[in-house]
């Protein structure tokens, strides 16, 4: 292993920020809620992994599928043969899916599960002879993966400065916080109207007939867990029926169970077009990820020319074996243990749990839905994100994995977390963050 000050050859998800440059944590293993440090040390996962390790870590159920599918059938090329768990898991997640979303692309990512969602939309309107709708509609705030769709129609500028002009053809919709009024819209009654009106205006300003669909996040996660106010997504679900646009919702953070459905649609009552799946789809074990599309989306796509050579996009891992068993096995873990009930039963006490860290100095607001929590610092002006930072350092050492991204924490734990855990999870987190105000 690398020293403490060395990284060794190994390229980190990169940073140009300096004070982000750190050395990593060591981790050796993980099971259940907690992973194991080459010293010997328990740390509690309070972030699944990153979202996505919804059933904890070394489940035997699930490792036991990888291992027997390894031995049964290691590859096979998804653009000439199927094979038996990739059936089985789209027929598994299309029952799950809600209304007539019933036709599933696999890939390795929510990055490209969002690529894929977006060249469906544009490729949807091409087979209906409406190429015209190429214009994309994302949202202040969203966070849609790094690919260059997601990049373009993700809300996070900083994501995008570095890379160029980027995609052309995009606009973002406000987004559903105020910070400068440290207040959450939620709720208030003008919100659903504000969100009408800055879709009208897009809408008005481009033409409908050029805008081909819009992607949100149903809740925003990884930029600091902000549920939709009561109302936005069927309005926005109503303003894209008005104009005919296709409606997706990047489900990688909310899907299976985090908000204690198997996906946010479900949870708010609103059927969109397109769902992106990815993390928890297996618990975290295998990169996979996936768009999951209404039937008459796919059927105009499938009605090209007899022998179209038009229409290409995959993946050589699309489907792979290894990742189809664990999603499999993972989903039988999540209905077995009855783990997306477990979530909404828990949200109170784990909501509750949290927001006792209020008083706390230095701390602007808390928001929880599901089990997913964030809690938003006051930033320093000459080093914004730093104090979330140095409490995900300083939580490591007290045994606790949370997760800064920018100057919120986010904790959003397995699924199979207990009462005492949340508990621990609170105690382990209340001292750092007194310590680093
Ligand atoms: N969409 C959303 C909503 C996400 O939260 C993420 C990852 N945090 C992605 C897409 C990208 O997923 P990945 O990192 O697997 O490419």
Redesign the pocket.
């Known amino acids: 292993l690398p020293g403490p000050n060395d990284l060794g050859a190994w390229w980190m998800p990169f940073t140009a920020n300096r004070a982000f440059r750190r050395k990593p944590r060591l981790v050796s293993g993980a099971e259940g809620m907690h992973y194991r440090t080459p010293d010997g040390r328990s740390v509690l996962d309070g972030i699944s992994g ?2 996505c390790c919804n059933a904890g870590h070394g489940r035997e159920p699930i490792v036991r599928a990888i291992r027997a599918q390894a031995g049964e059938l290691d590859y096979a090329p998804p653009f000439q043969f199927g094979h038996p768990a990739a059936f089985a898991l789209a027929g598994r997640l299309a029952a799950l899916a809600p209304g007539d979303l019933d036709r599933v692309f696999l890939c390795n ?6 690529d894929t969602a977006l060249k469906i939309a544009l490729a949807y309107w091409q087979a209906r002879g409406e190429g015209r709708r190429t214009r994309l509609i994302g949202r202040e705030r ?6 260059f769709g ?1 990049i373009a129609v993700g809300g996070i500028g900083a994501n995008r400065r570095a890379f160029g002009p980027g995609l052309p053809g995009i606009d973002h919709l406000p987004h559903t916080y105020d910070r400068a009024q440290q207040a959450f819209t939620v709720g208030e009654p003008d919100w659903g109207g504000h969100l009408a009106d800055a879709l009208e205006r897009i809408v008005e300003l481009h033409d409908a007939s050029t805008i081909a669909a819009v992607i949100v ?1 149903p809740m ?3 930029t600091g867990v902000l549920p939709p106010p009561k109302g936005y997504l069927e309005r926005l679900r109503a303003l894209c029926d008005r104009h005919g646009l296709l409606l997706i919702f ?5 899907g299976f169970g985090r908000l204690g459905h198997a996906f946010a649609a479900e949870r708010y009552g609103v059927v969109p077009d397109m769902i ?1 799946f ?2 928890a789809v297996n618990s975290g074990t295998v ?1 996979m ?1 996936g768009v999951i599309v209404r039937e008459p989306v796919h059927a105009a796509l499938m009605q090209g020319p007899e022998h179209a050579v038009e229409l290409f996009h995959g993946y050589t891992y699309s489907g792979h074996p290894l990742a189809c068993a664990a999603a499999l096995a993972t989903l039988d873990l999540y209905r077995d243990e009855d783990l997306f009930a477990r979530a909404r039963a828990l949200e109170p006490a784990f909501g509750q749990a949290v927001m006792s860290l209020r008083g706390l100095p230095g701390i602007l607001d808390i928001r929880t839905v599901g089990l997913a929590a964030a809690i938003d610092l006051a930033p320093r002006p000459d080093a914004p994100g730093l104090r979330a930072f140095t409490i995900m350092d300083r939580a490591f050492e007290a045994g606790l994995v949370v997760r800064a991204a920018g100057d919120t924490l986010a904790l959003t734990p397995p699924l199979i977390v207990r009462e005492d855990q949340i508990g621990e999870i609170v105690d382990r987190l209340e001292p750092v963050i007194r310590a680093t105000s």
């Open positions: 990153l979202w990512s929510g990055s490209e599960a969002v969203g966070y849609h993966g790094v690919g997601g996040e925003a996660g990884s990047d489900e990688v953070i909310t992106t990815a993390k990169p990820g």
